[in-house]
């Protein structure tokens, strides 16, 4: 059970407080050819959208071990080619981030994923949006049954069942959120959806039968 004070992080804050990744252990690979045989055993999902968007200066891996004094080994998957269309417009003061900031696809055992999960949806940052106003954030995650990224990417035939889960970690605030319309891709694209227009809170069932239909 996370308690309210564990639900709040300041970026600048925690850029002062000194690392210690001895809590964090990780390991790189990059896959030649298929990501699907990983999922048996490390739930896969995508973090950096909360570091691009939101300009999270510090390791969400390193902050949730810290708080928690918990060990967390985390295996980074390094795709041919990007994930996401990386179209994100970066405000005054912020350099927009380099390209292939979305070829990194995490994976984390399943036994140790739940709790970091519900930290991540439980927690708020305060940043800047791309008009330099701060503004407190939150975040949502999306799972979507991704063909598998790395044949696709490969030129591979990839069978009818060949998906793979990747959970995504998306910022959200009162007025709108970041929503992954995977009707086209990979690489996909990342909307933002109002929170007041009409049918926004369909939208994830309205793409998903959008991906659906023949």
Request: glycine fraction near 4%.
């Amino acid at each position: 059970m996370l308690t309210p004070s564990d639900r709040i992080f300041s970026p600048a804050k925690a850029a002062k407080t000194a690392k210690d990744t001895e809590l964090v252990s990780e390991d790189a690979i990059a896959p030649k050819d298929e990501l699907k045989s990983w999922s048996k055993d490390y739930e896969l999902f995508f973090v950096n959208t909360m570091h691009m968007y939101l300009r999270i200066p510090v390791s969400l891996f390193e902050t949730y071990t810290k708080q928690f004094d918990k060990k967390l080994h985390i295996m980074h998957f390094v795709l041919p080619g990007s994930i996401l269309v990386e179209d994100v417009v970066a405000p005054a003061g912020f350099s927009n981030p380099e390209s292939g900031w979305s070829r990194y696809v995490q994976g984390m055992p399943k036994d140790e994923w739940q709790h970091f999960h519900d930290w991540m949806v439980s927690s708020k940052w305060m940043a800047k949006n791309s008009k330099g106003n701060k503004i407190l954030y939150g975040c949502e995650s999306q799972t979507v049954q991704v063909r598998d990224p790395i044949k696709l990417q490969t030129m591979q035939v990839v069978g009818i069942k060949e998906f793979v889960p990747i959970t995504f970690f998306l910022p959200t605030n009162p007025a709108s959120r970041l929503y992954l319309n995977t009707k086209n891709g990979p690489p996909f694209n990342c909307i933002y959806v109002s929170r007041n227009s009409p049918g926004a809170g369909e939208a994830a069932v309205l793409f998903q039968k959008l991906r659906q239909a023949p």
